[in-house]
């Protein structure tokens, strides 16, 4: 799949649904590329290689299609088909820093892992946390040419999703604006989404980069829009929204 450019600093590698691969993040600092998810295509794979691990990488969240060149795959696992030698032969690319949530750093436990939703510090490259409960406006994290912050997001898709926030005016958040899918049915957590909508009112970026869609930059207040309308269909008898399709 092509690169996609968005502007001198962020561009993207798009989804797939052959094999299923989320959209790839990229944005390049003066000296470190960020990555927000690593797909699944060859692809994306070169890409990575080609940075020589000279990037720090953020994982939305741990589904296979998010996390896929940073696992180990065997035949007959996780989606490897017979003649796919390609996921069972890979080296995995390196890189500086990677972020992730508690649940994903199960399925991820090589180099070097930042569990916590953390910021980078434009003075000393160090990392701090930030503010688990949502977003801190107060907080410095220009870093290399561009501003970084990474949050934890909640939502109902997958526990410990990540937001990556770049320069207060894009942020990557993944699958977050979805359902989940369970027992044959499509719900939201009404009380997952309703702060969900409240961190995304709080960032100061306007447009969304969500992975998947076929509109991948979206307008935050569509976003939110959308989100909202969901939440008004909650009943007080269930803490769970039903929805028809994802």
């Not at 998810?37 to 741990?62: A, K, M, Y």
């Not at 690319?93 to 910021?119: C, N, Q």
């Not at 688990?132 to 907080?139: H, I, V």
Request: hydrophobic share 35%; glycine share 8%.
């Amino acid at each position: 799949m092509p690169e996609i450019k968005i502007n001198d600093r962020i561009s993207y590698i798009p989804s797939c649904e052959r094999p299923l691969s989320a959209d790839v993040g990229i944005v390049r600092g003066d000296n470190i590329t960020y990555i927000y998810d690593v797909g699944s295509t060859p692809e994306t794979l070169e890409f990575l290689h080609s940075l020589n691990g000279r990037c720090d990488i953020v994982i939305s969240h741990f589904h296979g299609d998010h996390t896929w060149w940073l696992t180990k795959h065997h035949r007959g696992e996780d989606g490897v088909e017979p003649d796919d030698t390609i996921s069972l032969t890979y080296e995995r690319p390196a890189f500086r820093r990677l972020y992730v949530g508690a649940l994903t750093k199960k399925y991820i436990s090589d180099g070097t892992v930042v569990t916590e939703p953390t910021m980078i510090s434009s003075s000393s490259g160090a990392v701090f946390r930030a503010n688990e409960r949502g977003f801190d406006p107060g907080s410095e994290s220009s870093y290399d040419g561009v501003k970084i912050d990474v949050y934890a997001l909640p939502n109902s898709h997958c526990k410990g999703a990540l937001l990556m926030m770049v320069d207060n005016e894009y942020a990557f958040i993944g699958d977050s604006g979805y359902c989940l899918e369970k027992d044959g049915r499509s719900r939201y957590n009404a009380q997952l989404l309703k702060a969900e909508i409240e961190l995304l009112e709080q960032i100061p970026a306007d447009k969304l980069l969500v992975s998947h869609d076929r509109k991948f930059l979206r307008n935050k207040n569509v976003v939110l829009r959308q989100l909202k309308t969901i939440y008004s269909h909650r009943t007080p008898d269930s803490p769970y929204i039903f929805v028809e399709g994802g």
